[in-house]
């Protein structure tokens, strides 16, 4: 089983800048990849970026230059640094884990963009 905490979400103004944490415990050694998605409201949720135990990241089309995701295993904290925030990005944000079997799953934090 492994656990999963996000934080760091609120409002921001358009342009803006917001840095979200993902904290995992549990069976930590078994995951093969961490992730956010994120949901808007009548919509579905959607892949934003993953980042594989190798490192290797991958970013949806919407965010690519201005969202970088990133880790730090010693602190078994994954995050999400978001640049130039536009209104479209406002959504609930989740954090992912991926252990061959199954997801695991955050309980969100809300983004909000907007003037």
């Known amino acids: 089983q492994v656990q999963l905490v996000e934080s760091g979400g609120g409002l921001v103004q358009p342009g803006g800048s917001l840095r979200l944490s993902c904290a995992a415990s549990?069976?930590?050694?078994?995951?093969?990849?961490l992730g956010w998605y994120r949901q808007a409201p009548g919509k579905q949720r959607e892949l934003v970026a993953t980042i594989t135990r190798g490192g290797t990241t991958k970013y949806a089309d919407s965010v690519k230059g201005r969202f970088a995701i990133s880790r730090s295993n010693a602190k078994n904290t994954m995050f999400l640094q978001m640049n130039s925030l536009k209104p479209e990005d406002t959504a609930v944000y989740f954090c992912?884990?991926?252990?061959?079997?199954?997801?695991?799953w955050g309980q969100g934090t809300q983004v909000t963009v907007s003037s």
């Open positions: 992912n884990a991926v252990d061959g079997l199954y997801n695991y």
């Open positions: 549990g069976s930590i050694f078994s995951i093969l990849s």
